[in-house]
């Protein structure tokens, strides 16, 4: 500044103090616009951080941004006000802005070759080639394990072809427009970036080694298997089943597969798992892992320690006791269990305690069980280093020595690992075996849920089979196709004919799934697992009858039942994704928050509310506006002149305002006056204000003696302190307009309305944001004010803790009715946030005041 | 209490970050000359570095890898006026523990030293 600014400054207070003060007053107006929109976006950005609203990453770099373009801008506007103060203000503004620039931004993706590599390039790498490909080349370098040959296009290649085609800013643009709550606008927009990605051209330097390793790996052009191996894939969240793999691909048609494998990054399922994980767009890059394609009699999975197994076969683990088995009793497979001696096992419950082995198979490619349409055929293991089959089922198109073998391979792909292992294997017709991947289990990691004491529930339906454990309560809704589920809304238990992986997209509303078909092994129920969703599978169609739509159930997905009703004491909220982000990648948004969002400066008559202590972004707001708002008083009431002068109201009620009165805003019964009355308003929503406050005698008859200044200040929540005008409230009037700003503890509630012969244009905006109470009851007093504005014909929206209402248009006489009501309402809730303490006591509240003030006597 | 060095091409930004740290019992060297401090992490060593970014010859940046060649354990700060991210990442990268930005004030100097001595 400011040499120019400075010096226009003081030509100003020489010669024209009047366009001092009209500059001043634009100045304070936009501020006080910046304010309100720095506020909204701070609503945001906390509604993001606490998991109320999903959306990606883009939106909160986006929003950071936007926020710190209004904090500049309130900062360059108080300059504007007063050139002569603050003058270390800029600075420490930009240093907050950096801060929180720095927390939430992403590093530039890394665009250097090598694009294409070998798989035995890439063990240990997974930052280049995804954890599939990596940890597969691992199990080649480490031990004998058959796994086939391949190659990587790398992660590093995804980003160089985004940039290539200069897709990153579209890309951006879109995916800052989603919000997983509208799942419609999801399915567009992923849509509109599958497009995008489709029609990728591949840089010729890409192109031509993706065809050369292609042709190597296949001299005879037999089909490859081209698979997703995303660079967060497998990691901290699987990312089972939402990515893409194309099966069956002729070497000279690599790229188009590889174009649709990119592609399957941007399907609305796999969008929804990665934002509700907290990864970034850039933070997981498509890597894709290319081999040649088993020609498989059988495939499945092998988990080497089973997620929540039956009981039935905890116990013959535990009790030493083996199912017969084909091999037993002259290939007649059974569930009988039979004692057999355990020569593996040196202890029966010692088996048991180490748990399971599960191979689930399919005939042919493992496609099917993945996708959850169809079951499987399961065998149990124990993991003794005999394995002992504990049960198996009919129809295993596998034999005792291929089961073993399996459980073998995979307990060796364990030790190499150091932990339980979610093995996908295929056989061919020769009974080779091939490893095709080797992740953690999902889910292992988290807490099985409690069990919940359902005793005195009717069961609806039992005996199914639970393939993700734990217990939800809600109401049933029916889906006929998973390939196109649409919204749901929270609190859902999901009907459903099969477990496919699109569930997932869903899968924060749901608090229970039953399905007629699907396996545990399937991708689905490994998301589920992660995300203590309970599942049950039927295998049988009757449930859709069983279970009819808006039923309210209980899901007991330990034993497989499904009760009608809700238990006496409710299942445990189970981890928001919200929750689960933060476990996740979305702790940077948590570091974020100090520099963003954490209000410091909460007492402006402290000598530490400067701007060397604004730690956040939100205290330089709330900075600029205590500032602005003083400055914009004090001067007219120092100097006296010009805009008639803001002037102190004594009415009937404790409130300490002054009131700047812009044009005709006064009678000309305020002349001379330094203290005025309500009765000298002549500013029509000012006065129907104060006609509202004051019409709630008892609200504020509540207060202790106005001596216990102390008292006074504990409790009343900051709306009115001692007679300082820097701890007041504070008006701007004309006769048809006012913007008032009441002090309402750490910040002000805002109204603005207009109120003239022009009905078209009339209107009410109110905002209120935070208060002196703990969170809940803020939320509380929040909930009150929505419902009783609501019933009075506001639209509101409530975004973290700040509330914003709008009435109008509307006649004069109505506009006034309503700004009386508003008066009332702030009365009557300005202590609430400290008071209320249920959902239900703010419904009654709500319902009691409005009964009250519509009562004909009360009018 | 700790050893610490500060190394600002500004004489008086050095001076001022000495008197606030021995204020609080640590022994501080401030330098202005990148080659002399470099040399005295070699040679010394010390508990932590308190480094600016725009010198005279090198970077802060350059300074701090010299450093870390030294004394892999060496706690650093860095203190800039000219933040940018690339600056803040490659810092950190190369293990820097903090990016503080100027102006800084004797309170958060003081904490982000407590912080960084105390890890």
Not at chain 1, 473 to 479: A, I, M, Q, R, S
Not at chain 1, 798 to 807: E, F, Q, V, Y
Not at chain 2, 71 to 82: A, C, E, H, K, S
């Given at each position: 500044?400011a040499?120019g600014?400075?010096?226009?400054h003081?030509t100003?207070?020489?010669?024209a103090?009047?366009a001092?003060l009209r500059?001043?007053y634009?100045?304070f107006?936009?501020?006080?616009?910046q304010?309100?929109r720095?506020l909204?976006?701070?609503?945001?950005i906390e509604?993001?951080?606490?998991?109320?609203?999903?959306v990606?990453?883009?939106?909160?770099?986006?929003?950071?941004d936007?926020?710190?373009t209004?904090?500049?801008?309130?900062?360059?506007?108080l300059?504007?006000m007063?050139p002569l103060?603050?003058?270390?203000?800029a600075d420490?503004?930009s240093?907050v802005?950096?801060?929180a620039r720095?927390?939430?931004?992403?590093p530039?993706?890394?665009l250097?070759p090598?694009?294409?590599?070998p798989?035995s390039?890439?063990a240990g790498?997974?930052?280049v080639?995804?954890?599939?490909a990596s940890?597969?080349?691992?199990?080649?370098?480490r031990?004998m394990?058959?796994?086939?040959d391949g190659f990587?296009?790398t992660?590093s290649?995804f980003?160089?072809?985004?940039?290539?085609?200069?897709?990153r800013?579209?890309?951006?643009d879109?995916?800052?427009q989603?919000?997983?709550?509208?799942?419609n606008s999801?399915v567009?927009?992923?849509?509109?970036?599958?497009?995008?990605?489709?029609?990728v051209?591949?840089?010729?330097v890409l192109e031509?080694e993706l065809?050369?390793a292609?042709?190597?790996?296949?001299?005879?052009?037999?089909?490859?298997a081209?698979?997703?191996?995303a660079?967060a894939?497998?990691?901290?969240?699987?990312f089972?089943?939402?990515h893409t793999?194309?099966?069956?691909?002729?070497p000279a048609?690599?790229?188009?597969a590889?174009?649709t494998v990119?592609?399957g990054?941007?399907?609305?399922r796999a969008v929804?798992?990665r934002?509700?994980h907290?990864?970034?767009?850039t933070e997981t890059?498509m890597?894709?892992l290319l081999?040649?394609?088993?020609q498989?009699?059988?495939s499945?999975?092998?988990?080497?320690r089973?997620?929540?197994p039956p009981?039935?076969i905890?116990?013959l683990?535990?009790t030493?006791r083996?199912?017969k088995?084909?091999e037993?009793?002259?290939g007649t497979p059974s569930?009988?269990?039979t004692?057999?001696?355990?020569p593996?096992a040196p202890?029966?419950s010692d088996?048991?305690?180490?748990g399971v082995?599960a191979?689930?198979?399919?005939g042919?490619m493992g496609a099917?069980?993945?996708?959850?349409?169809?079951g499987?055929?399961?065998?149990?293991l124990s993991r003794?280093?005999?394995?002992r089959?504990l049960e198996?089922?009919?129809?295993?198109?596998l034999t005792?020595e291929?089961?073993k073998?399996l459980a073998?391979?995979?307990m060796?792909?364990?030790?190499?690992?150091g932990?339980p292992?979610?093995?996908?294997?295929?056989?061919?017709?020769?009974?080779?075996?091939s490893?095709?991947?080797?992740r953690?289990?999902?889910?292992?990691?988290?807490?099985?849920?409690p069990r919940v004491?359902v005793s005195g529930?009717?069961p609806?339906?039992e005996?199914?089979d639970?393939v993700?454990p734990g217990t939800?309560?809600?109401?049933?809704?029916?889906?006929?196709s998973?390939?196109?589920?649409g919204?749901?809304?929270p609190?859902?238990?999901l009907?459903t004919?099969?477990?496919g992986p699109?569930?997932?997209?869903?899968l924060d509303?749901?608090?229970?799934?039953?399905?007629?078909?699907?396996s545990?092994a399937?991708?689905f129920?490994s998301v589920?697992?992660?995300?203590?969703?309970?599942?049950?599978?039927t295998?049988?169609d009757s449930?859709?009858?069983?279970l009819p739509?808006?039923?309210l159930v209980?899901?007991d997905a330990h034993e497989?039942?499904v009760?009608a009703?809700?238990?006496?004491?409710p299942?445990?909220?189970?981890?928001?994704?919200?929750a689960?982000?933060?476990?996740?990648p979305?702790h940077r948004?948590?570091?974020?928050?100090?520099h963003v969002?954490?209000?410091?400066l909460v007492?402006?008559s402290?000598?530490d509310?400067a701007p060397?202590n604004c730690?956040?972004l939100?205290?330089?707001v709330?900075?600029c506006?205590?500032?602005?708002?003083?400055?914009m008083f004090?001067l007219v009431?120092r100097?006296?002149?010009?805009?008639?002068?803001?002037?102190?109201?004594?009415?009937d009620i404790?409130?300490?305002?002054?009131?700047l009165?812009?044009?005709d805003?006064f009678f000309?019964s305020?002349?001379?006056?330094?203290?005025?009355?309500?009765?000298d308003?002549?500013s029509?929503p000012?006065?129907?204000?104060?006609?509202?406050?004051?019409?709630?005698?008892?609200?504020w008859?509540?207060?202790?003696?106005a001596?216990?200044?102390?008292?006074?200040d504990?409790?009343?929540a900051?709306i009115f302190r001692r007679?300082?005008p820097q701890l007041a409230?504070?008006?701007?009037?004309?006769?048809?307009?006012?913007?008032?700003m009441l002090?309402?503890g750490?910040?002000?509630?805002?109204i603005?309305s207009?109120?003239?012969?022009?009905t078209?244009?009339?209107?009410?905006?109110?905002?209120l944001?935070g208060?002196?109470?703990h969170a809940?009851?803020r939320?509380?007093?929040?909930?009150?004010?929505?419902r009783?504005?609501e019933?009075s014909?506001?639209?509101?929206?409530?975004?973290g803790?700040l509330?914003d209402a709008?009435?109008?248009?509307g006649?004069?006489?109505l506009?006034?009715?309503?700004?009386?009501?508003?008066?009332r309402v702030?009365?009557?809730?300005?202590?609430?946030d400290?008071?209320?303490?249920?959902e239900e006591q703010a419904?009654a509240?709500?319902?009691n005041f409005?009964?009250?003030?519509?009562?004909?006597e009360?009018? | 209490?700790?050893d610490?060095?500060?190394?600002?091409?500004v004489i008086?930004a050095?001076?001022?970050?000495k008197?606030?740290?021995?204020?609080?019992?640590?022994h501080v060297?401030?330098?202005?000359?990148?080659e002399?401090?470099i040399a005295h992490?070699?040679d010394?060593?010390?508990?932590?570095?308190i480094?600016?970014?725009?010198?005279?010859?090198?970077?802060g940046v350059?300074v701090l890898?010299?450093?870390k060649?030294h004394r892999?354990?060496?706690r650093?700060i860095m203190?800039?006026?000219?933040?940018?991210?690339?600056?803040a990442?490659?810092?950190?990268r190369?293990?820097a523990?903090?990016?503080?930005?100027k102006p800084?004030d004797k309170d958060?100097?003081?904490?982000k030293v407590r912080e960084v001595?105390?890890a």
């Amino acid at each position: 500044m400011a040499f120019g600014e400075l010096f226009r400054h003081w030509t100003y207070r020489v010669f024209a103090p009047g366009a001092l003060l009209r500059r001043k007053y634009e100045a304070f107006r936009e501020l006080i616009q910046q304010d309100g929109r720095c506020l909204e976006r701070i609503a945001e950005i906390e509604d993001i951080h606490y998991g109320s609203t999903h959306v990606d990453w883009t939106r909160v770099v986006a929003q950071c941004d936007a926020l710190e373009t209004d904090v500049m801008g309130m900062v360059a506007r108080l300059r504007e006000m007063n050139p002569l103060r603050w003058m270390d203000l800029a600075d420490y503004a930009s240093k907050v802005a950096f801060y929180a620039r720095m927390a939430v931004s992403i590093p530039e993706p890394d665009l250097a070759p090598p694009y294409v590599l070998p798989l035995s390039e890439v063990a240990g790498r997974p930052e280049v080639a995804g954890h599939k490909a990596s940890r597969l080349a691992e199990v080649r370098q480490r031990t004998m394990l058959p796994v086939p040959d391949g190659f990587v296009v790398t992660a590093s290649a995804f980003h160089y072809i985004i940039e290539y085609n200069g897709l990153r800013a579209p890309l951006d643009d879109l995916l800052r427009q989603v919000d997983l709550a509208d799942g419609n606008s999801l399915v567009d927009l992923c849509r509109t970036m599958r497009e995008l990605v489709l029609t990728v051209e591949l840089p010729p330097v890409l192109e031509t080694e993706l065809l050369e390793a292609g042709h190597a790996l296949s001299p005879q052009r037999a089909p490859l298997a081209v698979r997703s191996s995303a660079v967060a894939e497998d990691g901290e969240a699987s990312f089972a089943g939402q990515h893409t793999s194309v099966l069956g691909v002729a070497p000279a048609d690599l790229p188009d597969a590889y174009r649709t494998v990119l592609a399957g990054k941007y399907t609305p399922r796999a969008v929804s798992y990665r934002i509700i994980h907290g990864f970034a767009d850039t933070e997981t890059p498509m890597a894709v892992l290319l081999m040649p394609l088993v020609q498989a009699k059988a495939s499945g999975v092998v988990y080497t320690r089973a997620p929540s197994p039956p009981a039935r076969i905890l116990s013959l683990a535990a009790t030493g006791r083996a199912a017969k088995t084909s091999e037993d009793d002259n290939g007649t497979p059974s569930t009988t269990a039979t004692p057999t001696k355990a020569p593996d096992a040196p202890a029966a419950s010692d088996d048991s305690a180490a748990g399971v082995i599960a191979i689930h198979t399919v005939g042919g490619m493992g496609a099917p069980l993945m996708d959850g349409s169809s079951g499987d055929t399961t065998a149990w293991l124990s993991r003794g280093a005999r394995h002992r089959i504990l049960e198996r089922a009919q129809g295993l198109p596998l034999t005792t020595e291929d089961l073993k073998r399996l459980a073998r391979l995979s307990m060796e792909l364990e030790t190499l690992f150091g932990e339980p292992q979610d093995v996908e294997w295929a056989i061919d017709e020769s009974g080779r075996i091939s490893i095709v991947q080797s992740r953690p289990v999902p889910g292992a990691a988290v807490a099985p849920p409690p069990r919940v004491d359902v005793s005195g529930l009717t069961p609806l339906l039992e005996g199914a089979d639970p393939v993700a454990p734990g217990t939800g309560c809600g109401t049933v809704v029916h889906v006929l196709s998973c390939a196109d589920i649409g919204d749901l809304p929270p609190g859902t238990v999901l009907v459903t004919p099969c477990l496919g992986p699109s569930l997932a997209r869903v899968l924060d509303r749901m608090e229970g799934v039953i399905s007629v078909e699907g396996s545990r092994a399937s991708h689905f129920a490994s998301v589920a697992r992660e995300s203590s969703v309970p599942v049950l599978v039927t295998g049988d169609d009757s449930v859709f009858a069983t279970l009819p739509v808006g039923t309210l159930v209980t899901v007991d997905a330990h034993e497989g039942v499904v009760f009608a009703g809700r238990p006496a004491t409710p299942p445990p909220r189970r981890s928001s994704p919200g929750a689960m982000a933060l476990r996740g990648p979305m702790h940077r948004l948590s570091r974020a928050m100090p520099h963003v969002a954490r209000l410091t400066l909460v007492d402006p008559s402290s000598s530490d509310f400067a701007p060397a202590n604004c730690r956040s972004l939100h205290d330089i707001v709330r900075f600029c506006h205590e500032m602005a708002v003083r400055e914009m008083f004090s001067l007219v009431e120092r100097d006296g002149r010009g805009l008639s002068g803001a002037r102190k109201v004594r009415g009937d009620i404790p409130v300490v305002m002054y009131v700047l009165n812009l044009d005709d805003g006064f009678f000309p019964s305020a002349i001379g006056k330094r203290e005025i009355t309500p009765d000298d308003f002549r500013s029509l929503p000012l006065w129907a204000i104060w006609f509202g406050l004051s019409s709630e005698p008892a609200a504020w008859a509540a207060l202790p003696p106005a001596a216990d200044w102390e008292e006074l200040d504990r409790i009343s929540a900051g709306i009115f302190r001692r007679d300082s005008p820097q701890l007041a409230s504070y008006a701007v009037a004309s006769s048809t307009y006012a913007n008032i700003m009441l002090r309402f503890g750490y910040h002000f509630a805002v109204i603005d309305s207009l109120c003239a012969g022009d009905t078209r244009a009339n209107y009410i905006q109110f905002r209120l944001k935070g208060g002196g109470g703990h969170a809940e009851g803020r939320s509380l007093r929040l909930r009150f004010l929505s419902r009783v504005l609501e019933q009075s014909g506001f639209s509101t929206r409530i975004k973290g803790d700040l509330i914003d209402a709008r009435h109008g248009p509307g006649s004069e006489a109505l506009i006034q009715k309503r700004l009386a009501l508003l008066g009332r309402v702030l009365a009557v809730t300005r202590l609430m946030d400290i008071r209320l303490s249920t959902e239900e006591q703010a419904d009654a509240e709500a319902d009691n005041f409005l009964t009250r003030i519509n009562t004909p006597e009360d009018d | 209490m700790s050893d610490i060095i500060v190394l600002d091409d500004v004489i008086d930004a050095g001076v001022l970050v000495k008197r606030i740290l021995e204020r609080q019992g640590h022994h501080v060297t401030a330098f202005t000359d990148e080659e002399e401090a470099i040399a005295h992490i070699r040679d010394k060593g010390a508990d932590l570095a308190i480094l600016d970014i725009k010198l005279r010859r090198m970077t802060g940046v350059e300074v701090l890898e010299e450093m870390k060649k030294h004394r892999p354990d060496l706690r650093v700060i860095m203190l800039t006026g000219y933040p940018t991210l690339e600056t803040a990442r490659e810092s950190l990268r190369l293990g820097a523990n903090e990016y503080c930005v100027k102006p800084i004030d004797k309170d958060e100097l003081e904490s982000k030293v407590r912080e960084v001595l105390g890890a």
